[in-house]
């Protein structure tokens, strides 16, 4: 429990000198860079396994506290668009897996693991049961979400919040903790049952039932979205508790590569989706993003563009890929059997 609180100290430290320096997302980017050092140097940080599934759960709602009726009309209207994001899946997919399988000593279901895009657990856990390296698919998918996390920000800032008492203030308490215990349910169900981003479901469904049924219309303090932030910069950020820089190189180098192929396959297909279908850049490219969900959609809910747009995709980007993976595991099976 003191490693928790003392990493959350050291994320929230990492903030405010992020803030007072003047960074774009300072208390994203803070708290991050401000536990990523500590753990590189051999200083222990570490979170809860349960913080993704609160921050996600946090942010479902915050995403369906902003929808507006005429949402399965929404939906149809972007199949488009999510047909697209399949093909650059499938693109991505394909191009990574021939990469990392050129890397020396690789073994396939390896190379698999590493160029999934995103849905880091699910994969973690598969490889545990097939006796693969966890550490290397760990730190693979690690690289790229540090990058993703670090840099997109600083291209498209966060909103930053305040932090003054008044940020504190809620206008409905009452609503605001019913909202929370109910999705909080909903999700615990829909995670028994194995859907993926389960928490970030139950968030949506339960303000949704809420809102339209009740009419309920409130909207968290600028205080929890902060530390929303906070917490998601040290929840990434402690992954690379402990991490030997000098014993990762090899990894580093081919996730450096993989980054390479992702952001330009990505966001060669955002460019399409831009341009033919005159959907926002940003916007386009945080739904198009490979990986970083929470994070995507935290930037979304503070620009200029549609939050559900990118929600949406990246819940469709887990489900392919949840779906996807244990079938392609059966043709390697199959084929490495030969």
Same mark, same amino acid.
């Given at each position: 429990?003191l490693?928790?609180?003392?990493?959350i100290?050291l994320g929230?430290?990492?903030?405010?000198?992020?803030?007072?320096?003047g960074?774009p %997302?300072?208390?994203?980017?803070?708290?991050l860079?401000?536990?990523?050092?500590?753990g590189?140097?051999?200083?222990?940080?570490a979170?809860?396994?349960a913080? %993704?599934?609160?921050?996600?759960?946090?942010?479902?709602i915050?995403?369906a506290?902003n929808?507006?009726?005429?949402?399965?009309?929404?939906l149809?209207h972007?199949?488009?668009?999510?047909?697209?994001m399949c093909l650059?899946l499938?693109?991505?997919?394909?191009?990574?897996?021939?990469?990392y399988?050129?890397?020396?000593?690789w073994?396939? #279901?390896?190379?698999?693991?590493?160029s999934v !895009?995103?849905?880091?657990?699910?994969?973690?856990?598969?490889?545990?049961?097939?006796?693969a390296?966890?550490?290397? &698919?760990?730190l693979?998918?690690s690289?790229r979400?540090?990058?993703?996390?670090?840099?997109?920000?600083?291209?498209?800032?966060?909103? *930053?919040? %305040?932090?003054?008492v008044?940020?504190?203030?809620?206008?409905h !308490? *009452?609503?605001?903790?019913?909202?929370?215990?109910?999705?909080?349910?909903?999700?615990?169900?829909?995670?028994?049952?194995?859907l993926?981003?389960?928490?970030?479901?139950? +968030?949506?469904?339960a303000?949704?039932?809420?809102?339209?049924?009740?009419?309920? #219309?409130?909207?968290?303090?600028?205080?929890?979205?902060?530390?929303?932030?906070?917490?998601? +910069?040290?929840?990434?950020?402690?992954?690379f508790?402990?991490?030997?820089?000098?014993?990762?190189?090899?990894?580093?180098?081919?996730?450096?590569?993989?980054?390479?192929?992702?952001?330009v396959?990505?966001a060669g297909?955002?460019?399409?989706?831009h341009?033919?279908?005159a959907?926002p850049?940003?916007?386009?490219?945080?739904?198009?993003? !490979?990986?970083?969900?929470?994070?995507?959609?935290?930037?979304?809910?503070?620009?200029d563009? #549609?939050a559900?747009?990118?929600?949406?995709?990246?819940?469709?980007r887990?489900?392919?890929? %949840?779906?996807?993976?244990p079938?392609?595991? &059966?043709l390697?099976?199959?084929?490495?059997s030969?």
């Amino acid at each position: 429990m003191l490693l928790v609180v003392r990493t959350i100290a050291l994320g929230a430290l990492g903030g405010l000198i992020a803030r007072w320096l003047g960074l774009p %997302s300072a208390w994203l980017i803070g708290a991050l860079l401000a536990v990523v050092l500590a753990g590189v140097s051999h200083i222990q940080v570490a979170m809860p396994a349960a913080t %993704s599934s609160v921050i996600t759960l946090f942010l479902g709602i915050s995403v369906a506290l902003n929808i507006e009726s005429g949402l399965v009309d929404q939906l149809l209207h972007w199949a488009g668009s999510i047909v697209l994001m399949c093909l650059m899946l499938a693109s991505l997919l394909w191009v990574l897996y021939r990469y990392y399988l050129s890397q020396r000593g690789w073994r396939r #279901d390896e190379a698999l693991f590493c160029s999934v !895009p995103g849905n880091l657990a699910i994969m973690l856990s598969m490889a545990a049961e097939m006796n693969a390296n966890v550490r290397r &698919i760990s730190l693979i998918h690690s690289v790229r979400l540090l990058f993703l996390v670090f840099c997109i920000p600083l291209f498209l800032p966060v909103a *930053e919040r %305040s932090v003054s008492v008044q940020g504190l203030h809620i206008d409905h !308490p *009452e609503r605001m903790f019913i909202t929370i215990a109910l999705a909080a349910v909903i999700g615990w169900c829909l995670k028994r049952v194995k859907l993926p981003a389960a928490m970030l479901v139950g +968030g949506i469904l339960a303000t949704l039932l809420l809102k339209h049924s009740l009419g309920w #219309d409130w909207r968290f303090p600028d205080m929890i979205l902060v530390a929303l932030l906070v917490f998601l +910069g040290c929840a990434i950020g402690s992954r690379f508790n402990n991490i030997d820089i000098r014993e990762s190189i090899a990894e580093i180098r081919a996730a450096t590569g993989g980054l390479i192929i992702t952001l330009v396959v990505s966001a060669g297909f955002a460019a399409v989706l831009h341009y033919v279908a005159a959907i926002p850049w940003t916007q386009a490219m945080l739904a198009y993003a !490979p990986g970083g969900m929470e994070v995507m959609i935290a930037i979304a809910m503070n620009q200029d563009v #549609d939050a559900l747009f990118v929600a949406t995709h990246q819940l469709f980007r887990m489900l392919i890929m %949840s779906m996807t993976i244990p079938l392609l595991l &059966i043709l390697i099976r199959r084929k490495t059997s030969e």
